[in-house]
């Protein structure tokens, strides 16, 4: 089993930046891919970036160049440095990871929302 606890959301002026933390604990070695999913009020979840433990990335086309992923391996963590955030990047952010055996894990969420 994996646990997944997420930090860093908060409230954010348009234009401004945040950086969301995942730790893990648990069966880490098992992880496979890592990755972030929001969820807007009235909104599908959809996927954000998700990272390998090689560090290949993806995005959606949506946050392509003003967010990173990133994972550090020794730490059991990873991260989204978001940056010109917008306001319809306002969501709950959810930390998700995948097992080598295709277990899925979640996170309980943390709240992002850009207003002025």
């Known amino acids: 089993q994996v646990q997944l606890v997420e930090s860093g959301g908060g409230l954010v002026q348009p234009g401004g930046s945040l950086r969301l933390s995942c730790v893990s604990s648990g069966d880490f070695v098992s992880i496979n891919a890592m990755a972030w999913y929001r969820q807007a009020e009235g909104k599908q979840r959809e996927l954000v970036a998700a990272?390998?433990?090689?560090?290949?990335?993806d995005y959606a086309d949506s946050v392509k160049g003003r967010f990173t992923i990133s994972r550090d391996n020794v730490a059991k963590t990873v991260f989204l440095q978001m940056t010109t955030l917008k306001p319809e990047d306002t969501a709950v952010y959810y930390c998700?990871?995948?097992?080598?055996?295709?277990?899925?894990?979640w996170g309980t969420g943390t709240l992002v929302t850009v207003s002025s």
């Open positions: 990272v390998t433990p090689g560090g290949s990335t």
């Open positions: 998700y990871a995948r097992s080598f055996y295709d277990t899925e894990f």
